[in-house]
């Protein structure tokens, strides 16, 4: 996987002080997209264990990491993505982990990485869906709480089971 760029210190991209990581490669190509330089995924730097490493120390202070792009579901960068997400967790469990994808929920759901992402913003991006709705580009994008889906669905087992 490749990354164009992170920034250290964002307070854009989801709730409280974040990182956010830029991957490159995208296979959605959004007419009007503004990441549009982030759509080859051989472009950008290679993200290193070196690089993981150092945003992993970078978000210590952080409420959490935002991953966007290009699109960090590409199946080439899955696997990447989900040693990150894995690693964050494993060093950062009370922080969350916030995800830009152009897929949608329903296509991507039985993605094993999923279970460490905390919020999931989904769908490609339509410029003639405007919208003001915070963390969404377009009105299609929805902002999925994952975390809260999973402790719901945990919930309704156990009462199944009792």
Same mark, same amino acid.
């Given at each position: 996987m490749n990354y164009e760029r992170y920034y250290a210190c964002d307070v854009v991209n989801g709730e409280g002080l974040r990182l956010t990581l830029f991957v490159t490669g995208c296979a959605h190509a959004c007419p009007g997209c503004y990441n549009r330089s982030t759509w080859n995924r051989l472009s950008g730097q290679p993200f290193?264990? %070196?690089?993981?490493?150092?945003?992993? %120390?970078?978000?210590?202070?952080?409420d959490g990491?935002?991953?966007s792009g290009g699109d960090p579901l590409?199946?080439?960068n899955r696997e990447a993505i989900a040693a990150l997400?894995?690693?964050? @967790?494993?060093?950062?469990?009370? @922080?969350?982990?916030?995800l830009w994808t152009g897929y949608l929920y329903e296509d991507?759901?039985?993605l094993a990485l999923l279970q460490d992402v905390d919020v999931l913003i989904d769908g490609p991006y &339509?410029?003639?869906?405007?919208?003001? &709705?915070?963390?969404?580009?377009?009105?299609?994008q929805r902002l999925i709480r994952l975390a809260e889906l999973r402790r719901a669905e945990a919930g309704n087992r156990q009462l199944q089971s009792a």
């Open positions: 290193t264990a %070196e690089v993981r490493e150092r945003i992993l %120390e970078l978000c210590a202070d952080h990491l935002s991953l590409l199946p080439a997400c894995r690693a964050f @967790k494993q060093r950062y469990p009370h @922080k969350d982990i916030w991507i759901q039985h &339509l410029q003639d869906q405007p919208t003001t &709705l915070p963390w969404r580009g377009s009105a299609n």
